[in-house]
T-cell receptor, first 114, second 115 residues
């Protein structure tokens, strides 16, 4: 099993450009999450999904959109990138947080917006 | 709003010493997670603590949870260089009204173990 994979690993954007980050998991997990990690801030939840076709806002959703058309994939979109969106983005998935399940994280995508 | 505070944020310790990292949170929760992150890497799950008084140990690391005090501790015994990493605690945000299936993370404790 590959676990949680993210594409791309690194990207440089100019202000105003758009892009999509892809997260894929092969563990048949119901729940998927997108976080951003900034220095000294820990991880902050952007959006999450509790199942195929569903999405919900997290702590810092502004400037991002997401889609979960297939159970195994969770896409994070930036419609008009801003320098404030320079960050490391982590995707995670979990089977069920109502039991003793943890979240499994992908390797991260480093995004630099100039 | 759920707040999760870790301290210290930076910790430098010598090999062989013991130390404790603290994680305080602001609202009721009975589920707490500890993760480890190596520089430039992803997060790796260490412990899941599910109830008051829960204690889990793996090697030189031991985690505990006191839900009444809203406190979790990560105790390091006889530190070795390989434990150098950033450690995060995360709390289930369900009871804070933020909705289920969400974790709120602390800012992390960067641990450096010096030979």
């Amino acid at each position: 099993n590959a676990g949680v994979t993210q594409t791309p690993k690194f990207r440089v954007l100019k202000t105003g450009q758009s892009m999509t980050l892809l997260c894929a998991q092969d563990m048949n997990h119901e729940y998927m999450y997108w976080y951003r990690q900034d220095p000294g801030m820990g991880l902050r939840l952007i959006h999450y999904s509790v199942g195929e076709g569903t999405t919900a806002k997290g702590e810092v959703p502004d400037g991002y959109n997401v889609s979960r058309l297939k159970k195994q994939n969770f896409l994070l979109g930036l419609e008009s990138a801003a320098p404030s969106q320079t960050s490391v983005y982590f995707c995670a998935s979990s089977r069920n947080l109502r039991v003793w399940e943890t979240q499994y994280f992908g390797p991260g995508t480093r995004l630099l917006v100039l | 709003e759920l707040k999760v505070e870790q301290n210290p944020l930076f910790l430098s310790m010598q090999e062989g010493k013991n130390y404790t990292i603290y994680c305080n949170y602001s609202t009721t929760s009975d589920r707490l997670y500890w993760y480890r992150q190596d520089p430039g890497k992803s997060l790796e799950s260490l412990f899941v603590l599910l109830s008051n008084g829960a204690v889990k140990q793996e090697g030189r690391l031991m985690a505990s949870l006191d839900t009444k005090a809203r406190l979790s501790t990560l105790h390091i015994t006889a530190a070795v260089h390989d434990l150098s990493a950033t450690y995060f605690c995360a709390v289930d945000a369900t009871y804070s009204g933020a909705g289920s299936y969400q974790l709120t993370f602390g800012k992390g404790t960067k641990l450096s173990v010096i030979p």
